[in-house]
């Protein structure tokens, strides 16, 4: 079963055998009944519940996760996620009435959410595990059949989610295709048309794929990144701020697509600031941060190098060190950055923060709108003026006020980009509906027949619709 649901894209044969299998499950309408949708919910469900053991090794393999940031941010967000699937999905298939305008009548007129087909999701490495499933769950709510693409910069989780899928789910429904995800990815989107494609990643990858999808008119959702600002004013409780901060800061070692990127501080407090973020770093990591159980490793020593690189430009007051071999790059504040260096445009992706000072609020929104559209913004105020001005002038995905990251964690809230940090938005309902066609239906009596619409037209018919649509 492995060999068949491990996709080996040199074998066209394989390939198209794998995907076809998929489209004629979906015909036959096997995806589409409630109780279907909610045993492969249950199977997910468990499939996580039997291997948090081994979903926490992987992972500990690849990036280094400590125990605790691994379980809640891959594996307990996945609980989250399954029970409000299974809790409200009936209520999400159920079609929603809508109103009927006059002219329409004896009518009524209804939403249904039709599942797509089959559908493509490419995770990334950052969150190989969550961000690869939390997806599927919504797919799988929806009706769909799902073709998964893990990272494969994480062999140990993506080998694991394969392993795991194949002895779960029948191969035609969900199967996972392993390899590089350049060779691999552009042959998926070449040589097939998926209903869907939802893809986390890199703006750079997320481009291509939306070239590659537009061309086939696929509707895709990206979730992708950029230079996400924390905003400290001088109304801020900056204890609080600076405990906030450092850990939505460097949670997965600052390989997370919403930390923050750079921290913009009004510089009447920028000082203060400074020393509580350093104490901080200290508590959360102790003296050695390379000894602590609780701070991660960077992905690969490619990365580390792009750290290092992006290190020398600014003064470093704290931190600073790294270990290659062990892809240890220690908690590392930057201050005197110039806005025009590299560290200022390209998303960092690592345990580093720039610190920027500002004088006015306008001065900050002018730093901000350098890198435009950030995936996320975090301000720490006490000042109603100051969030409603960061709020109304600052276009970015989503965030939060006087905390850092949480906002994930609400299955409520739409989670996705705008402009260049993404297209699209999923968690909770707006997953489902992500992977859902929202189908239109008006339905009308044959009972009654008003003549208005009818030829032929009249003054009086003329005189009529007038009178309804210039009202």
């Not at 941010?73 to 999400?92: D, F, N, P």
């Not at 003296?287 to 701070?295: G, I, L, W």
Request: glycine share 8%; charged share 20%; proline share 5%.
């Amino acid at each position: 079963m492995m060999q068949h649901l491990t996709m080996i894209l040199q074998d066209q044969a394989v390939t198209e055998e794998v995907y076809s299998g998929k489209r004629a499950f979906f015909d036959a309408g096997k995806t589409k009944t409630i109780d279907f949708r909610l045993r492969q919910l249950e199977r997910l469900e468990q499939l996580v519940r039997s291997n948090e053991e081994r979903i926490l090794v992987a992972l500990a393999k690849d990036l280094g996760k400590p125990t605790f940031e691994a379980y809640t941010s891959e594996i307990g967000v996945l609980y989250q996620e399954l029970r409000e699937a299974k809790k409200q999905l009936a209520r999400w298939m159920e079609p929603k009435r809508v109103a009927t305008p006059l002219v329409l009548q004896p009518s009524k007129s209804f939403i249904r959410h039709d599942p797509l087909g089959v559908v493509l999701i490419i995770g990334p490495w950052n969150y190989p595990f969550q961000l690869l499933l939390a997806p599927v769950i919504g797919a799988i709510a929806a009706g769909n059949c799902i073709v998964l693409k893990p990272s494969d910069l994480t062999p140990h989780t993506s080998g694991l989610i394969a392993e795991l899928i194949a002895t779960t789910f029948d191969p035609d429904y969900i199967s996972v295709v392993l390899g590089d995800g350049a060779v691999v990815g552009d042959q998926l989107l070449d040589r097939f048309r998926f209903d869907h494609v939802f893809f986390t990643g890199s703006p750079g990858v997320g481009r291509h794929i939306a070239v590659k999808t537009a061309a086939k008119l696929v509707p895709t959702t990206l979730e992708l990144g950029g230079k996400s600002p924390v905003i400290v004013d001088k109304s801020a409780n900056l204890q609080v701020t600076a405990k906030r901060i450092v850990w939505s800061k460097f949670f997965n070692a600052g390989q997370t697509c919403v930390c923050p990127d750079y921290l913009l501080v009004e510089e009447t407090v920028k000082d203060a600031l400074i020393q509580l973020l350093k104490a901080e770093i200290r508590r959360a990591f102790g003296a050695d941060p390379q000894m602590s159980e609780s701070y991660g490793r960077i992905i690969n020593e490619r990365r580390v190098h792009a750290l290092q690189r992006l290190m020398q430009q600014g003064t470093i007051v704290h931190g600073g060190r790294i270990d290659l071999a062990d892809r240890y790059v220690e908690p590392t504040l930057l201050d005197a950055v110039s806005l025009e260096e590299d560290i200022m445009h390209e998303e960092i992706f690592g345990p580093l923060l720039p610190i920027v000072s500002f004088s006015s609020p306008e001065q900050a929104v002018s730093i901000i709108r350098r890198n435009r559209y950030p995936l996320a913004l975090y301000l720490y105020t006490e000042s109603p003026e100051m969030e409603t001005y960061f709020l109304e002038h600052v276009e970015f995905g989503g965030g939060c006020i006087n905390n850092g990251m949480v906002h994930l964690m609400n299955a409520e809230l739409p989670f996705g980009g705008v402009g260049g940090s993404g297209m699209g938005a999923y968690h909770g309902r707006h997953t489902f509906e992500t992977f859902s066609h929202a189908k239109s239906i008006v339905k009308t009596s044959t009972k009654l027949d008003p003549s208005l619409r009818y030829a032929p037209y009249t003054s009086k018919k003329m005189t009529i619709a007038k009178r309804y649509f210039a009202r």
